[in-house]
């Protein structure tokens, strides 16, 4: 079947430009992240949607930052006013849940370049 | 703040070889383990996960958890060239939840050469 998919695979941008990356998640998976991997850097988490629960967004290093899920499906990761070192690659998760288990299945992810 | 600590690498074993790649964690409250595989220029994708004390085998890997001593590690015998990659272990950011956002340590890179 699909897997979770992502657009666009890459993205160069002027610094103070507005970016949209968007993320569909498997079919019928009911949470969906955003992680973030920069050069020379671990996966970072960012925010997190589960069903019809608010969103987590504790991970979201700025207010630049921003996501939503329409339709508990697809999810789109907003960055305004973009600086360099947001230039990483954004990856999107989605899992499904059996009792205490979870596996998160990832996209190839967005890569971004902030000139 | 939780943290996960791996030798970054890189590891190089030869073909056949039994490669170990070790990941510790600073909080005795961690439920769950993850075991990643990530390819240069790929996604990571999930190989294995421990919840339980001991060892857990799947074909070729075994993850191997000591809760006692704060360590998970993930065993790949006969290696082959296909394996050469990131292995990045993850555990669950709320304590004590086995489910939910991941903090993933910064991954050992693995060459097998033939």
């Known amino acids: 079947g699909a897997g979770v998919s992502q657009s666009p695979s890459n993205k160069v941008t002027e610094k103070g430009k507005d970016v949209e990356l968007r993320c569909d998640p498997i079919?019928?998976?009911?949470?969906l992240y955003w992680y973030r991997q920069s050069l020379g850097q671990g996966l970072e988490f960012l925010i997190y949607?589960?069903?019809?629960?608010?969103?987590?967004k504790s991970g979201l290093p700025s207010d630049r930052f921003s996501a939503e899920r329409t339709g508990g499906s697809v999810s789109t990761l907003t960055i305004q006013r973009t600086q360099q070192e947001d230039s990483a690659v954004y990856l999107c998760?989605?899992?499904?849940?059996?009792?205490?288990?979870?596996?998160?299945?990832f996209g190839p992810g967005t890569r971004l370049l902030v000139l | 703040q939780k943290e996960v600590e791996q030798n970054s690498g890189p590891l190089s074993v030869p073909e056949g070889a039994i490669a170990s790649l070790n990941c510790t964690y600073s909080?005795?409250?961690?439920?769950?383990f993850f075991w990643y595989r990530q390819y240069s220029g790929k996604s990571p994708e999930l190989i294995m996960f421990?919840?339980?004390?001991g060892d857990k085998e799947d074909g070729r890997f075994t993850a191997q958890l000591n809760k006692a001593s704060q360590y998970v590690s993930l065993l790949i015998r006969d290696s082959q060239p296909s394996d050469s990659a990131t292995y990045l272990c993850?555990?669950?950011?709320?304590?004590?939840?086995?489910?939910?956002?991941?903090?993933f340590g910064r991954g050992t890179q693995l060459t097998v050469w033939p």
């Open positions: 421990i919840y339980s004390n």
């Open positions: 079919s019928g998976h009911t949470a």
């Open positions: 998760a989605s899992s499904h849940r059996v009792g205490p288990q979870e596996t998160q299945y």
């Open positions: 949607f589960q069903g019809n629960s608010a969103p987590d």
């Open positions: 909080d005795r409250g961690s439920q769950s």
């Open positions: 993850a555990v669950p950011l709320d304590r004590g939840s086995t489910l939910g956002r991941l903090y």
